[in-house]
């Protein structure tokens, strides 16, 4: 079984991102500049973390071939239709085996992809970071983006300078798909994430990762935990929002976000296309 490794935020203009997130009461990383035209930023929680994205240099980004996904021309796709939560990523200590699981299963999955990246640790030291990724797509969700990440250095993302947040952030609780016939997606992500599904709340699905939790949702169940329709009914099956676990939720209070039901929600409209929200 995988965890949550990260999930990937997009909007068009990173700076505006960074500081909407800086607002909030997070911590960031540097910014990092991927070599096939994103840029990003880490949000590091504990045992996953956010990726604040955009696209930074457009004539950068690799477009998809014959067989091959590309990372980039997704994310540069999705942002031509709207910002939002782009990609769930699934942790792994060997994306060529969950490739080949994938396979067995007879998922369309694409050829494997690695690359590196430089990073700046607090010290100001730059270091290489690197990444094989295995991508995997289904015509049933064209626009839910998900892959697993196998880190090269994956202490690089869990450094204490980062782990603490000002708004006591601590890890990502749940990621909630939702859409019309988002719950047909259930087969598919008992074999993505290799983890049997269980039944949630009226309406929902429950797949339960080492590190968080997945749901199918449907439209009704997803208003039902965040107060608010999914953002995106235009996208089919989407990842519509997420839910962050906090040590105290003092930070959101003091900022007037409204509740729904245990939670504090970051409307769409104020997240960058995102439902955000926030428990304890």
Known sequence: MNGINHLVLAAHDLDALRSAYSELGFTLTPRGQHPFGTGNSIIQLHGNYLELLSVTIPQDVVEHGEGKFSFSAFNRDYLARHEGF????????????????????????????????????????????????????????????????????????????????????QTVRDVWLSGKDALELAEHMRAFTGVAAEKGSAGSIV?????????????????????????????????????????????????????????????PTRGFGTAVAFST
């Not at 369309?108 to 100001?124: H, L, V």
């Not at 997945?214 to 608010?228: K, N, R, T, V, W």
């Open 207 to 267: 797949f339960n990762t080492l590190t968080g939790a997945i749901i199918l949702a449907s439209p009704q169940a997803f208003e039902d935990a965040f107060g608010m329709s999914p953002p995106h009914p235009d996208d089919g099956p989407h990842l519509a929002g997420l839910t962050i676990r906090c040590r105290t939720l003092e930070t959101f209070i003091d900022l007037g976000l409204p509740w729904a039901g245990s939670r504090l929600v970051l409307s």
């Open 86 to 169: 782009s990609m769930t990523v699934l942790d792994t200590s060997d994306a060529a085996a969950d490739r080949a699981a994938w396979m067995a299963e007879g998922l369309r999955t694409y050829q494997p992809f690695e690359f590196s990246r430089m990073a700046k640790m607090p010290t100001g030291e730059d270091v290489r970071v690197g990444f094989s990724l295995a991508f995997l797509s289904t015509p049933a969700a064209p626009w839910f983006g998900h892959f697993a990440c196998q880190h090269f250095r994956p202490e690089y993302y869990a450094q204490p300078q980062y782990l603490g947040h000002a708004n006591s952030a």
